[in-house]
């Protein structure tokens, strides 16, 4: 009996191709104060998982404490200090911080400090991805992004302002 060295060989293309967004590419979405690079929009994972940078300037303060109903959203703090606010608890993270939130979880971040901060976000599935895009195209179109527009933008993709029990599963 002889061995033979069996190599394999995939006799079909992969499922889907890699993805590689190097230093200043991606979308930009800029909203205010905060500059937003998504690196992921969901079109390469199934829209399993979608990932952003984002630079928050100085003194800039974040979206109204909400909650999502069907996405779970993870931030990774790269550089200063964002403070996060969970129901009436503060959490200042430095980098290196990780801050992850289920769904149904009142929150909202703010950078309070005198330096930038840059944080990467992820969004499971990746669905609020385009909630920050409706919010920059409310601009755009010289529109005021006011707190009605805010709503009715996050109601499209699950989302509430956290001010009552929540209405949205968890």
């Known amino acids: 009996m002889t061995e033979q060295t069996q190599t394999s060989v995939p ?3 992969p499922a889907a191709a890699v993805s590689v967004v190097g230093p200043g590419e991606g979308e930009t979405i800029v909203l205010g104060t905060t500059r937003m690079r998504v690196l992921e929009d969901g079109s390469h994972t199934g829209h399993r998982l979608a990932i952003a940078e984002s630079v928050l300037a100085p003194h800039t303060q974040g979206p109204p404490q909400h909650r999502h109903g ?19 608890e503060d959490h200042d ?5 990780l801050v992850m939130v289920p769904p149904g979880t009142p929150h909202t971040f703010a950078n309070v400090t005198d330096r ?19 919010l920059q195209k409310t601009l755009a179109d010289g529109r005021p992004l006011t707190p009605q527009a805010n709503r009715a933008a996050m109601s ?3 989302t509430e302002p956290a001010t009552g029990p929540s209405t949205s599963p968890a």
Not at 93 to 97: E, F, K, R
Not at 116 to 134: G, H, I, K, N
């Open 11 to 13: 006799t079909t293309a």
């Open 70 to 88: 069907l996405h779970d959203e993870g931030f990774y703090v790269l550089s200063g200090t964002v403070r996060f606010t969970v129901g009436d």
């Open 93 to 97: 993270a430095s980098a290196g911080t």
């Open 116 to 134: 930038p901060a840059v944080m990467l976000s992820t969004f499971t599935p990746d669905l609020y991805v385009q909630y920050f895009r409706d």
């Open 156 to 158: 499209h993709y699950a």
